[in-house]
């Protein structure tokens, strides 16, 4: 089946340092990806999206490119804030239509002044 | 536009009770999706709703079961609570179609004694 694998946390970043969260997929066809943020005791935000094969999602100075070939979809930031401390979770949804969102572990990121 | 609004937001319950979790969608939606999200996991697939029937389930034993409503909104229930229950149960609502964003509410954490 479907499948999400991120890097695992946590991740401890100065203040303005530059961020990636590896993040790569498995699929029967062409899903849509995503990026997710959870700040502590909140639910899912989505972060960013693409939809097919190179694609750039961006959002709030977040990028993630869909790479095909390498079945990726890597989350940076060149400069990242305090506020950005959170946990992001990458997730696909499968091209059959139903939004049945399968999720991968998560990665904690803890930005320090 | 309240977005997807979910209820209560926490709750504690003892060993073999039951409990229902509800959710109203984003205005417009007419798919609803549980999932739970056991604490430093990312979320799990439950089930998905859509016009009032369950359309596809995720690896949960049949404790878990839902309802959806003419107007949209979804229950959750969950029988014979277990202590392994104890998770942040969200609620995704989306509009039936591909390559259409899920949006999430903030969640029901639900305390197992």
């Known amino acids: 089946g479907n499948s999400v694998t991120q890097m695992e946390g946590p991740v401890t970043l100065s203040e303005e340092a530059f961020l990636t969260i590896n993040c790569t997929y498995t699929?029967?066809?062409?899903?849509?990806l995503f990026w997710y943020v959870q700040y502590p005791g909140e639910g899912l935000q989505l972060l960013l999206k693409a939809t097919k094969a190179d694609d750039k999602g961006s959002n709030k100075g977040f990028e993630a490119t869909y790479r095909k070939e390498t079945t990726s979809f890597h989350l940076e930031k060149g400069s990242v804030q305090v506020s950005d401390s959170a946990v992001y979770f990458c997730?696909?949804?499968?091209?059959?239509?139903?939004?049945?969102?399968?999720f991968g572990t998560g990665t904690k990121l803890q930005v320090i002044p | 536009d309240a977005g997807v609004t979910q209820s209560p937001t926490h709750l504690i319950k003892t060993r073999g009770q039951q409990v229902t979790l509800r959710c109203s969608p984003k205005s417009g939606h007419d798919t609803v999706s549980w999932y739970q999200q056991a604490l430093g996991q990312g979320p799990q697939f439950i089930f998905q709703?859509?016009?009032?029937?369950?359309?596809q389930r995720g690896n949960f034993p049949d404790r878990f079961s839902g309802h959806q409503f003419p107007n949209y909104s979804s229950e959750l229930n969950v029988n014979a609570l277990l202590l392994g229950d104890s998770a942040l149960y969200l609620c995704a609502s989306s509009l039936q179609g591909l390559n259409t964003e899920a949006f999430f509410g903030q969640g029901t954490r639900l305390t197992v004694v």
């Open positions: 709703y859509y016009e009032e029937e369950e359309r």
């Open positions: 997730a696909q949804v499968d091209s059959g239509g139903y939004q049945k969102v399968t």
């Open positions: 699929a029967t066809g062409y899903p849509s």
